[in-house]
């Protein structure tokens, strides 16, 4: 069944160039489908973390005992994965009933859907069917003009700010920052996870008098493995590391723990399903780390931000003799930040075009060897693995990077055998 919900949606597959945003024509979509989300409805955007924060508010909130609707983008092995009931994927035959629905909709409003809208709505209905206590939605592109933005969010997130998708969003960080804080609401709270805003951020927030909380400023992250939150009404001390590793991941479950104290009080999880929450959040390929020799890293970066924090990952993981990287990343991306922002943790990269990519392992390595790095091609992802693991050593480590597709291929290889 998830293969022909992949086949159905093929239909609906555009490139880049294709996509025009807006929400005039998805208003009239909704309005066809009569369609409303149950309250309370938080919405997270920014440019890297929104999928940890969802999966943090949504594993607390099922720990606590409500019934969570979580969307989240792109998957990884079955579309499935994007939408979830208390942490449990929903059931394939439901899915293409709600993109059914969706589609026929669209066709009567006579609007054309992308992939992403056609999906966001189809989750946002399946959700309502559910009667969901609360719903979580991931922000696909920017946000002012975003699919998930038709919904008034109770409570909106902003993990951070970095350069991305700038064919959409603009080239600055404060071009981008305006774009995704039009998923703020007038008197309603947004929370901002994101150290060093930029300025336009806090400028166009005010100006939309929306009721927003930073982080370092009214609630923050304190300490290692075990950590501290001081957040706007509670405090807690010694909270355990969430599965999600990395320091990052300490500021994106405080950036979820102040959305959760931005709901009304009976949506309050209380500490033990926050305690739960952090030990059980699971999400494949955000600084995953397999067990066995040599130490596999999975990580879907695909931006200079995401290698950063990668890149301190890394570090904090202590020495290893050896490190390389499988690499594979799209045409359109920052090659160079990304790969200049890891260098001095990699010391061989092993380029690969994975299934679906746009660019050949030979443009990339070209790419990657400009840099100064040490890179070889490989035809296939079994042979950049073999590669790396006969270059690292049981003893070294192997990176799995530079794109959801490149992490979604490597977990394949290894399923297969």
Known sequence: MSEK?????????????????????????????????????????????????????????????????CYSSPHIFHFSERIKICDIEADNDLILQALITTSTAAQVANAELTYFELTTLAAAHLFAAAACDIVILEVGLGGRLDAVNLFDADVAVITNIGIDHIEFLGDTRDKIAIEKAGIGR???????????????????????????????QDFSAEGGRFWNYNGRQHRFANL??????????????????????????????????????????????????????????LDVAHNTAAAIALEQQLFDMGYFPRTTAVFGMLARKDIDGFVGALNRRIDHWHVVQPTDGDLSAAALAERVRSTGAAVTAHDTIAAAVRAAHADSGDNGRIVITGSFLTVSDFLLYKQNG
């Open 5 to 69: 919900i992949e086949q159905w949606l093929a239909q609906y597959a555009r490139p880049p160039s294709e996509i025009n945003l807006g929400l005039a024509h998805l208003q009239q979509v909704r309005q066809q489908m009569q369609l409303t989300l149950p309250q309370p409805l938080i919405t997270v955007g920014g440019t890297n973390g929104k999928g940890s924060v969802c999966h943090l508010l949504a594993a607390i909130l099922t720990a606590a005992g409500f019934r969570v609707g």
């Open 186 to 216: 007038a008197d309603k709270p947004l929370v901002v996870g994101d150290p060093a805003p930029p300025p336009a951020l806090m400028t166009t927030l005010a100006e939309k008098k929306v009721n927003a909380y930073y982080i370092g």
């Open 240 to 297: 355990p590391q969430s599965a999600l590793t990395g320091a990052h991941q300490r500021e994106n479950a405080a950036t979820a723990l102040c959305a959760l104290e931005c709901l009304a009080p009976e949506y309050w999880p209380g500490s033990g399903a926050i305690r739960r929450g952090l030990h059980t959040v699971a999400l494949p390929g955000r600084a995953q780390i397999l067990p066995g020799q040599p130490v596999t890293v």
